[in-house]
């Protein structure tokens, strides 16, 4: 880090310091002042007097064996928050700031605050006075010959009273008290190190900082040490002066196994643990201790490392594998959890994977951090896992408590799980990945920024699930990456539910939203594949394929997609032979779904599922997008607006229904539908105020409730609605029906104003190509291109009081008039003599100058043909029908409008326009 300027407003506490001339300072039971705290970010410090008396507190930096400045504050006679009055310059990973105090008979008690203030000794001892030394001003670099400021530190005439320290003439007593130029030394602490080699036979230290007694080696001083061999029954120990100290262990062929508790644990400061290239080395504990003081077979109270280019096998069959108060940091070694009884690795704060071969066999989760996040500084911190690279692969069971069994995560946090490079294998029992929210308050319902979330920005991703693949309550994000899952109940969730500890009370409802702009996801579910409970779905790009048992994704409130490649299937597709007996199951099986809106406006999509293709429970809009569908229910389906608009190309090549809403908006792209009912259907409840209409391209801002309240859950195949009320619109695009019900049909109204409407079909009773309501509902034409061929059954024709455009029928069930429909709508006369055609016999219709109005092929058998176009009018025209045609284009392979092409026929009928 860079220098810090702390300012010091009180420094000291707890004991009355002092200085050995390289650093260790022994503690005293006969305390006259007991340090109470430190703030080492705001430099106060709290001096409980015990006795009453004269106190000087003494500050001191060193670097590199210098002192780099003396801080004092003198005359201390009682309790309270001091300071020195100007800011102390200290870097806590080069530099030793060391903290003491004099009392009036200059009996010193001291401690070392080694790399930055930090929590005191218990117990501080006597200890010998630092050894006379000279000391440079603090504004300079030190040297032998300069000495303090008397602003600073004392000079030879800036000395202790009788009841301070020794005046110039007086020297040290026998308890080693200073002359006027004994200052503390500017020499750095001891540098400790050992080579610690283990036996049953005896613990050999060859070294400083570390002590042996019986099977057990503690290490009590910062520092390097390497160890090697075994204990059948022991221990490694950390216990160093402060928990910022670190200390950084070797592993060289270890391998140590207790029977009574830990065989590694650090109870205080920070520990790197390092498997050396070449080797293995092993931590085994088949003891029931304590785990809430020490919790698993590999334990550190504080930051814990472990890496290494060897390999490190860590196996326990009790509680954790390996455990820790803060942050777990790995990278680099082989590490090989080969049993846990519970977590595999958890650090409270965060566990991180740098790089290396992970491996984890655990009954409880695999890998966790489950600290309740809190901020530092503006940083919400806490219960985090990351990983950035490596090899990791976890595996894990299930545990029991007071008789009840609960299956286990692979990789579980509190806050975040972020993800952005390495291979991940995960097969679990529960959740895969998960992300809870811990800061969540059930009274303000609200997630802090970045808790419970799952962000994947890379990395290959392999699941198998007992449960849920990926599950946040908050977010999830993937932007890069593969991620491939082949068992899972759903597949990525967001739940945005937070429960009790009895894990069925609801604690609070969130907001939440999945987003996916990149990366391959390859998704296999027994329930829905991609899930968002009570939020929104965004995605802008991404290879995405879903083969799921029910929805395939699937939001509650907005699914908006502007990009990306799908290939979705649900409930194995839709049925060989789609009609109303298809309903196996009363799931919702559908391949897009929202409670609000879907909003299509890119991709490319191949969806085949068993229910309906795309759905909502309010309005669907597609502007854009390749969108090929085969579906058991409704192609699309929006229970109050559908729009199709702009650049959308809709291809429904199965389905039982081929839209659906009770508003139908066909504004634009190109829309081909293949149903065995009705083709394009308007029908439904009338939306209500709160039903989202989109009048413009403004739909960024909707944020309307979500909810299934009305919609429809599972297939609804015959159950098309009674309702009076629907309306279908066309103005602009192309609509290419081929159906077996009704045609075009409209509970209510049916207006065309633009575009192209070719409709194929029905060809049997009971149905008709062009349908509206019975309440005195109408057709009309006022623009476009209208071509209609199907039975002449329940036929419909424009409505003389609104239409405006002209038209021509044909039919051969009468040479006058004919058909009839719902609404008593007529068809206009028709010479005699038309039978019925078979599939792909063709028509032209030519005006009364033998000029060419439409050349069409239809797609089924007809005995009833309208023609609308904006060119006709008034007057006699000719149908040629029964012919073939060679060359030209096509509107939908052989079928339909046709361009260009060569018409041959003799079979003839004159018809007069209507309007």
Known sequence: MNKVHRKITALLTASIMTVMSMGVV??????????????????????????????????????????????????ITSSGVFNFGKEIEFDEDTETLKCFIWDGSMKPVGEIYKGGVSEPTENPSTTKAPSVTKIPAVTDEPTATKTPAVTDEPTTTDTPTETDEPTATE??????????????????????GAVITLSDDGIAVDGTGATAEGSVVTISQAGEYTVTGSLSDGQIAVALPTKSDEVTINLEGVDVTSTTGAPFAATKGKVDLSAKKGTTNSFTSTATYNKETVNACVYSKNDLTIKGKGTLKVSSTYNNAIGCKADVTIKNLTLNITEAANNGIKGNDSVTVESGNVTVNSNGDAIKSDEDPAYDGDVLEGGTVKIADGTVTLTTGTTTKDGTTSTSDGIKASMLCAISGGTINITSTGDAIKANASSIDGDNPTLEDGDGSINITGGTINISAGEDGIKAVKSVNVSNGEITIIKAKEGIQVNE????????TVKAYVTGSIGISGGTLNITSSEDGIQCGTGNITITGGDITVDSKMDCIQAENIMNISDGTFNLKSYGGAPATVSSNNSSTTDSCKGVKAGSLVNISGGTFNINTYDDGIHSNNTVRISGGDIDIAAGDD???????????????????????????????????????????????AAGDEPTENAITLSSDDIAEFAGPGGFGGGNQGPNWGGEDSSSYGYLEVSGGLLYIEAEGDGFDSNGDGVITGGIVLVNGPTSGGNGVFDVGDNNNTLTITGGIVIGAGTSDMAVTPTKATNS???????????????????GHSSSSSSSGFSTQATGKAFKLTDSSGNEIVTYVPSKQYSWVL??????SSGTYTLNYGGSVTGGTFTNGNYGLVTDGAYSGSSTISLSAKQ
């Open 26 to 75: 022994s503690a005293q039971t006969d305390n006259n002042a007991q340090i109470k705290s430190i703030d080492a970010e705001n430099g106060t410090v709290t001096v409980d007097v015990t006795k009453s008396g004269s106190y000087k507190i003494y500050a001191a930096v060193y670097k590199d064996k210098l002192l780099q400045g003396l801080y004092t504050v003198d005359s």
């Open 171 to 192: 020297t040290p007593s026998e308890t080693g008290q200073p002359t006027t130029t004994d200052t503390p030394t500017t020499d750095n602490p001891t540098t400790y």
């Open 497 to 504: 539910v937070t429960y009790e500890s009895d894990g069925t």
């Open 635 to 681: 192609g699309v389906h929006g229970d109050s607006y559908l729009y199709i608009t702009d650049n959308a190309d809709i291809n429904i090549t199965k389905s039982y229904e081929g839209i659906e809403a009770a508003k139908i908006y066909v504004q634009g792209g190109k829309t081909y539908i293949v149903s065995t009912d009705d083709g394009a259907n």
């Open 805 to 823: 455009q002209y038209y021509v029928v044909a039919s051969g069930s009468s040479s006058s008039g004919g058909g009839g429909g719902f609404g």
């Open 867 to 872: 023609v609308s176009t904006p060119e006709m």
